[in-house]
C-alpha cells in the first residue's frame, strides 16, 4: 500500500542525529489537555499548516493508519537502533507512528511534528493514492470537471488534423480518457493558482466551485460492467486554503469515521431535548417515577449524581422537579428514598442507581406506557448528539479542533477561503464495530504503553504547573501567640514558632481556606476570623478583616505572601485592639525636657520612642508623658535643624496625627507651656536653646571616693570623649592612675549604665546628647575590634540583673558559651545563646556555633541569654520520643512536673489512671513511657523518624514496620495532634524546636490520608450506664464534615440502621456528652437555606483521637450518654469551684479590714438591663 512512500535516501540523511537539527526549547507549562471535542490537533512550526492538514487526513483515513501500525521491528526497525551505523531503521514511519498514536491516545490539545519533520529526506515518485488534477477557470463543479476530460472527446479534423505514426498523413481523429482502475482512496487537486499572462501575474481562482459529498465515477471509467455500489465514493477530508496565491494559511474539514471525537456544539447544551408540546399524552409527564427509570436506565450502570438526575430531567421535559413535582410529591431525595425498592442512594445520599431488578422491569413498564413519549425521551437529536451511525465533521485548524455542520462545506465552494483539495473514500469500506469510539483499535502495545506513560507524565507536569501557577503563599499568624503590647501585636516567644507558612489555591474560597486552617491547627475554640495584617515598625498590625466565605482569594484580592492573623475577631490575650488602616500604629521620636526628682524642668532632653494610633488626636501625646499642657513643634524630616520644625496650634491638637502628616520615624517635641527659658521663639521656629546645653554630666562610679558626686563639663560635638573622661577625673579629684582604666558609660532613664563610649570618638560620633549623663566607671572601653555584650541566664531577666563581657568580635559563638558559662560558674554542653529582641524578649537561638559574632550582627550592647538545652545542627530537631497505647478510652492526666523543669531519663513514665469520668468500666492504667531522644533532619520523612525511634535501645517492643506505628504530638502530657501522611516531610507539620512526640502501636499496617480522621467509638452496654472497649473508627471526610456522614459511618462500623444509632462527642474535661444531631438549622425566608453544620467547629470541634459513644435505639432509647463517673467527676468539680469561691471571699473579707471609718451602706445594686450581642457570622 505504501510503495516506496518511506524510502529514504540515505545519502542525504546523516548518521549522526545530533548535527543539523534545531534546538527544541523547553515549554515552560505543559501542554493543554484536549478540549470537549477530545480530537487533537497539530502545532504549527512555522508554514506548516498545509502538511498539518495532510498528517490529519492521513490519520482520519483509519485504513491507512491501521496499514501503518501493521508495520512492525521486522520491517522499519527501531528507534532505539537509529544511531547505529550498520542498523537500517525506516525513521519516517516510525515517527509517524508515534504522532498517529499520541493523535489517539494522548491528552494534550496538540501533538508536535519537529520529530517527523526532523527525519524527513525521502525522494517518490508514485504513490497508491491516486491524484486528480482537475481545472477550476471556467467550470462550474467537480463533476463538470470531470465529465470535460473522461466524458468529452475532443475532435481533430479541419485545421487540427491528427498526425498518424502509422500512415504517415494527416488525418481526422477524436481524443478521450478514461480512468482505468479505480483506488480505494481518491485525492482530487483543484488548481485554484494560475497565471493571467496578460498582466504577467499569479492570481487565484475564487469562482464558485461545487463538489459533492458523494460521487459517481461510473460514467469516467472504462468497465462500466460492475455494480453501480463498486463505483461510489464519499467525501472525507476537503483541504481549504484562506489567502491569496503569494501567501495564505491552510485548515482541513475532516470526517469523523471511526467516531473518535465527541460532536457536539456548546451553544446547544442548554436547550431541553423534548418540548412539552410535542407530547401527546400529559399523563405520562405527570408520573415522575416513570421519568426518572427512563432517565437511569441510559446510563452506564444506571448510576447517577443526584443533582445530575434533576439536571436531565429539566433537559428532558423542559421544567425542573421543583416547579413540577415538588408540591405533590416533596423533595426530589425524599422521593428516591421512598421508593428504595426502584432506587437505590448511597450513604450519603450524593448518587443514585437503578436496582437491577427494577432495570429489567423498565422497558416493560415503557412499553405499556404512551410509545411516543418513551421514543421522545429516550433519544436525542441527531443535531445535538453523535448518532448512532452517522459520522460527523471536524474543523482542523492546525492546534484548534471544532465541530462543524455538513452544510458547513458548502460555504468553501467559493471565495478567498475555498477547497483546494478533496479526499474521497469507497463507499463501500465499512469500518468493524469493534473500531467505533476506540483509538486504542489495532495500536500497537509498545505505543500503547508510551502513551499511557506519557499520559501520566503529563497529568504529574500539569498539576505541578497548576499548583505553581495557582498557589500563593500565606503567612499564618495566630491569636493565641500573640500579645497586644505598645499600641500593636508581638510574637510571644518567637517570631518562628507565631507564624506558620500556608501554601494555597488561590481559586479556592474563603471558606476553604478556613476550613485547611481548622485541619492544620487540629483544635480551635471558638469563632475563626481571618484578618489582613501588615507589619510596620510597631509590629503587627490587624488591617481588614475578611468577609463573604463563597467568594475566592482571587476575588477578595490576596497576594503572594500575604500575613493573615488568625483570631476570634474580638480580643488577643484578654486585651480588644484596635484594627483597620485609619488605627495603624505610629512610632514616633519624642522629645520632651527633663524633670529632677523635685518636678521641676532642667535643660535636659529626653528623647524616647512612643506608638500612637494614627487616627488619635496629636494632644494625647500629653496624655501619654504625663504633661499637663504645653507646646507640640513636629518635625517629618530626618535632619532636626531650626528650619524642620512646625509649631502645632492649639486649635490644632484635636486633628489627628495623620492630617498633621506625621508617619514613622517623624519627632515631636513638647514644652511646658509656662517655660521661661522656651525652646520656641515667637516666629515658631527651633533657636539654640537646645544647642546652648554645651555640657555632660559625669557621675562618679568608680568605688572612689571624691568630693564631688558629679560634675558638669564643658564640651561640643566635636570634642574628643577621651578629653571629657581626663577632665572629669580632675574635677572630681580622683586619682591619676585612673587615667589608665576607666572609661564613660552614659546612663539612660531607667538608670541602667550602657555600653562604654570609646575614648578616640568625639561627641557626635558616640552619639551623645548635650545635657545627657554619664558613668564614670573601672574597667577600660573595648577597642575597635571588640564587643562590649550583655548576658543572662535564663529568659526571665530583670532590669539591672544582665552581667558584662568584652570579647572580640571574631570569637565564634561556641567559645563566647563558654566563657558567659565560666563567669556564671556553670559546667555542661546543654546550654545555647538567644539575642534578646527590642521587645526584651528570648528571640531566635545561635544556632551555627561555628560562627562569627561579627558575621551574625551582634554589635556591642546587644544582650544575650543563656538558656538551657543544647541545640541541635542547622536544619535538625531534637524531639523526644514517647510510648504511648492506650488502654482506656479516656483519662486525665495527673500532675506532674514540667518536663522544662526537671530532667527526664529514659523509662520515664507520665501516668494516666482510671480516674472518674471515663466512660468504659475497662479502667486499666494508661501511661505514656519516655523512650528518649531523636536528632533528625526537619526534611526528614515522618515514615524515617518512626524507623530511628523503632531502633532506640529503651523500646522493648517487636515492631514489624513503621507503618505499624501511630505518630502523634504530645500536648499537656497527652496525644494532641494526629500526623498522618507518612511521606511528608517534618517541616511541612511545623514541628517546632520544642515538639514532643508519642508513638502508638497498631495490630495492622496504617496509611492514613489527608482526609481520614481517626475517632474512637464505644458501643454504649445497655441498662449499665457503661461503654464496651473502644474501637479505632477511620472517617473520610473528604465529602465533607456533616454530621450525616459522620452517623453513616458509624452506623456502617457497627451493622445498624443509620436511624436506629444516636451518637455524641465526649469532653473528658467537662464529664460531659454532646449528642451529634444530623438536624439543619433553617433562616428565614428570606435568606437562603443555611449550610449543613460542619462538625470542626462549634460547638463539637470535632478531632483526632476524640471519643464517640454509640447508643443502639433498638435497645436502648433514652437521652443520656453520661456514667455514673460522670457523675462523680461533675460532683467533684462543684466541689473544687465552691471551694475556690470561697478562698476568694474570705481574701475580699480581709483586705476590707484594712479601711477603716465610718459603716457604710452597701451601695443599691442597679436595675438589670438587657444585653445584646450582635454576632457577624458564625457556623
Not at 147 to 169: A, I, P, T
Not at 299 to 326: A, H, M, T
Not at 363 to 387: A, H, M, V, W
Not at 1076 to 1098: E, H, I, P, Y
Amino acid at each position: 500500500m505504501f510503495g516506496d512512500l518511506f524510502e529514504e535516501d540515505y545519502s542525504s540523511v546523516s548518521n549522526n542525529n545530533g548535527k543539523g537539527k534545531r534546538l527544541k526549547t523547553k515549554a515552560l507549562e505543559p501542554p493543554a489537555p484536549r478540549e470537549f471535542t477530545n480530537l487533537s490537533g497539530i502545532r504549527n512550526q512555522g508554514g506548516t499548516c498545509y502538511l498539518n492538514s495532510l498528517l490529519q487526513t492521513l490519520h482520519f483515513t483509519p485504513e491507512f493508519r491501521e496499514a501503518l501500525f501493521s508495520l512492525g521491528p521486522e520491517e522499519l526497525g527501531s528507534l532505539e537502533d537509529k544511531d547505529k551505523p550498520d542498523a537500517k531503521v525506516r525513521i519516517i514511519p516510525l515517527q509517524l507512528q508515534r504522532l498517529f498514536a499520541q493523535l489517539l491516545l494522548l491528552d494534550q490539545e496538540a501533538a508536535s511534528t519537529a520529530d517527523l519533520t526532523d527525519s524527513f529526506g525521502w525522494t517518490s515518485d508514485e504513490e497508491d493514492f491516486l491524484d486528480l488534477t482537475v481545472a477550476v477557470k471556467n467550470v462550474s463543479g467537480l463533476e463538470d470537471a470531470l465529465w470535460n476530460m473522461y466524458v468529452e472527446e475532443e475532435v481533430f479534423d479541419c485545421d487540427n488534423l491528427y498526425h498518424c505514426g502509422n500512415c504517415g498523413r494527416l488525418v481526422k481523429a477524436a481524443k478521450s480518457a478514461k480512468l482505468r482502475k479505480l483506488p480505494p482512496f481518491l485525492t482530487i487537486s483543484l488548481l485554484r493558482f494560475n497565471f493571467d499572462f496578460v498582466k504577467c501575474e499569479r492570481y487565484k481562482e475564487t469562482s464558485c466551485y461545487t463538489f459533492p459529498l458523494r460521487i459517481n465515477l461510473k460514467p469516467f471509467c472504462e468497465q462500466s460492467e460492475l455494480d453501480d455500489l463498486e463505483y461510489m465514493y464519499d467525501l472525507f477530508s476537503v483541504i481549504i486554503h484562506k489567502g491569496g496565491c503569494y501567501g495564505g494559511h491552510y485548515h482541513v474539514y475532516i470526517k469523523d469515521v471511526d467516531h473518535l471525537g465527541n460532536w457536539q456544539f456548546q451553544e446547544d447544551k442548554s436547550k431541553p431535548d423534548v418540548n412539552l408540546e410535542d407530547i401527546q399524552n400529559k399523563e405520562e409527564i405527570d408520573d415522575p417515577l416513570m421519568i426518572l427509570k427512563a432517565i437511569l436506565l441510559q446510563e452506564e450502570s444506571n448510576l447517577i449524581p443526584v443533582d445530575q438526575l434533576g439536571q436531565k430531567l429539566l433537559k428532558k421535559i423542559g421544567i425542573s422537579w421543583n416547579k413540577k413535582y415538588r408540591k405533590q410529591y416533596g423533595p426530589l431525595r425524599k422521593f428516591l428514598q421512598l421508593h428504595s425498592q426502584i432506587f437505590l442512594l448511597s450513604s450519603d445520599e450524593s448518587t443514585v442507581r437503578l436496582l437491577k431488578d427494577s432495570s429489567l422491569q423498565v422497558e416493560s413498564d415503557i412499553q405499556r406506557n404512551d410509545q411516543r413519549l418513551s421514543k421522545t425521551l429516550t433519544s436525542e437529536p441527531l443535531k445535538l448528539n453523535d448518532g448512532p451511525s452517522r459520522p460527523h465533521w471536524f474543523d482542523i485548524d492546525d492546534s484548534r479542533v471544532q465541530p462543524i455542520k455538513e452544510k458547513d462545506i458548502e460555504q468553501q465552494f467559493q471565495g478567498k477561503e475555498s477547497a483546494y483539495m478533496l479526499f474521497y473514500r469507497k463507499s463501500q469500506l465499512q469500518r468493524p464495530p469493534e473500531a467505533r469510539a476506540n483509538p486504542r483499535y489495532k495500536v500497537p502495545c509498545h505505543l500503547l504503553s508510551e502513551m499511557d506513560a506519557a499520559n501520566i507524565e503529563l497529568q504529574i507536569k500539569r498539576a505541578e504547573c497548576d499548583s505553581t501557577n495557582n498557589t500563593v503563599e500565606l503567612h499564618l499568624h495566630l491569636g493565641p501567640h500573640y500579645h497586644f503590647f505598645n499600641g500593636a501585636l508581638h510574637p510571644v516567644v518567637s517570631q518562628t514558632e507565631s507564624m506558620w507558612d500556608l501554601t494555597f489555591d488561590k481559586r479556592k474560597t474563603l471558606g476553604d481556606l478556613r476550613q485547611s486552617i481548622f485541619q492544620l491547627l487540629d483544635f480551635w475554640e471558638g469563632d475563626m476570623v481571618l484578618s489582613v495584617a501588615k507589619f510596620v515598625p510597631a509590629g503587627l498590625h490587624v488591617c481588614q478583616t475578611l468577609n463573604g466565605d463563597d467568594l475566592t482569594l482571587c476575588e477578595i484580592e490576596i497576594a503572594d505572601g500575604e500575613d493573615i492573623f488568625v483570631w476570634n475577631g474580638v480580643e488577643v490575650g484578654g486585651i480588644q485592639i484596635p484594627t483597620g488602616s485609619d488605627c495603624e500604629p505610629l512610632l514616633l521620636n519624642v522629645l520632651h525636657v527633663a524633670t529632677n526628682s523635685e518636678g521641676e524642668e532642667c535643660q535636659q532632653l529626653i528623647e524616647s520612642s512612643h506608638v500612637f494610633p494614627s487616627n488619635a488626636e496629636i494632644g494625647t501625646v500629653f496624655t501619654a508623658l504625663a504633661i499637663p499642657e504645653g507646646v507640640i513643634l513636629i518635625n517629618n524630616t530626618e535632619s532636626r535643624g531650626e528650619e524642620n520644625w512646625t509649631t502645632i496650634p492649639k486649635e490644632d491638637l484635636k486633628k489627628t496625627f495623620r492630617e498633621q502628616g506625621l508617619r514613622n520615624g517623624s519627632s515631636v517635641l513638647i514644652q511646658g507651656s509656662n517655660d521661661g527659658n522656651s525652646l520656641l521663639t515667637k516666629q515658631g521656629k527651633w533657636i539654640n536653646t537646645v544647642n546652648e546645653i554645651n555640657w555632660l554630666q559625669v557621675k562618679n562610679l568608680s568605688q572612689l571616693e571624691s568630693e564631688e558626686e558629679q560634675v558638669k563639663i564643658s564640651a561640643t560635638l566635636n570634642t574628643v570623649v577621651f578629653d571629657i573622661r581626663i577632665k572629669a577625673i580632675k574635677e572630681l579629684k580622683l586619682l591619676k592612675e585612673l587615667a589608665e582604666n576607666s572609661c564613660l558609660r552614659p546612663i539612660d532613664r531607667n538608670g541602667k549604665l550602657l555600653c562604654p563610649v570609646p575614648d578616640r570618638c568625639t561627641v557626635k560620633e558616640a552619639g551623645l546628647k548635650m545635657g545627657s549623663s554619664l558613668g564614670l566607671c573601672p574597667g577600660k572601653a573595648p577597642t575597635s575590634s571588640q564587643l562590649f555584650l550583655f548576658f543572662a541566664l535564663g529568659s526571665d531577666v530583670h532590669p539591672g540583673t544582665e552581667m558584662e563581657i568584652i570579647v572580640e568580635e571574631t570569637i565564634s559563638v561556641r567559645d563566647c558559651l563558654k566563657i558567659m558559662l565560666d563567669k556564671c560558674g556553670l559546667t555542661g554542653d546543654t546550654w545555647h545563646l538567644r539575642k534578646m529582641d527590642w521587645c526584651f524578649e528570648a528571640g531566635e537561638p545561635l544556632c551555627e556555633e561555628d560562627a562569627k559574632l561579627k558575621e551574625l550582627m551582634i554589635c556591642s550592647g546587644d544582650t544575650l541569654l543563656l538558656i538551657e538545652g543544647k541545640l541541635p545542627p542547622l536544619g535538625f530537631l531534637t524531639v523526644p520520643i514517647w510510648w504511648y497505647q492506650p488502654r482506656g478510652p479516656l483519662y486525665h492526666w495527673k500532675d506532674h512536673q514540667d518536663q522544662t523543669n526537671c530532667t527526664l531519663s529514659q523509662g520515664s513514665v507520665w501516668k494516666a489512671s482510671s480516674t472518674p469520668g471515663a466512660p468504659s468500666d475497662a479502667h486499666t492504667e494508661v501511661s505514656l513511657w519516655y523512650l528518649g531522644d531523636l536528632e533528625i533532619s526537619e526534611d526528614a520523612t515522618l515514615g524515617e523518624l518512626k524507623s530511628q525511634a523503632m531502633t532506640l535501645p529503651s523500646l522493648e517492643f517487636s515492631i514489624p514496620s513503621p507503618a505499624f506505628l501511630r505518630a502523634w504530638t504530645v500536648e499537656s502530657k497527652r496525644p494532641g495532634r494526629l500526623l498522618r501522611v507518612h511521606q511528608q516531610q517534618l517541616k511541612e507539620y511545623k514541628l517546632g524546636k520544642r515538639t514532643e512526640i508519642c508513638l502508638e502501636p497498631l495490630q495492622k499496617e496504617e496509611n492514613l490520608g489527608p482526609w481520614d480522621m481517626l475517632l474512637r467509638t464505644q458501643m454504649r452496654l445497655p441498662g449499665e450506664r457503661a461503654y464496651s472497649p473502644p474501637v479505632d473508627v477511620l472517617w473520610d471526610t473528604a465529602r465533607g464534615w456533616t454530621a450525616s456522614s459522620l452517623r453513616q459511618r458509624v452506623a456502617d462500623v457497627y451493622s445498624l440502621p443509620v436511624e436506629k444509632i444516636e451518637i455524641a462527642k465526649y469532653f473528658p474535661e467537662k464529664f460531659a456528652w454532646l449528642p451529634v444531631s444530623s438536624w439543619n438549622q433553617q433562616t428565614t425566608k428570606r435568606k437562603k437555606k443555611k449550610k449543613q453544620d460542619n462538625l470542626q467547629g462549634a460547638p463539637y470541634y470535632l478531632k483526632d483521637g476524640d471519643t464517640i459513644g454509640v447508643k443502639n435505639l433498638l435497645v436502648e432509647d433514652d437521652d443520656d450518654f453520661s456514667t455514673v463517673q460522670d457523675d462523680i467527676g461533675r460532683e467533684k468539680q462543684k466541689e473544687l469551684a465552691l471551694g475556690k469561691r470561697k478562698s476568694r471571699e474570705a481574701l475580699r473579707a480581709q483586705s476590707s479590714d484594712v479601711f477603716s471609718g465610718a459603716d457604710t451602706a452597701p451601695r443599691a445594686r442597679g436595675p438589670e438591663a438587657s444585653l445584646s450581642i450582635h454576632v457577624g457570622s458564625f457556623r
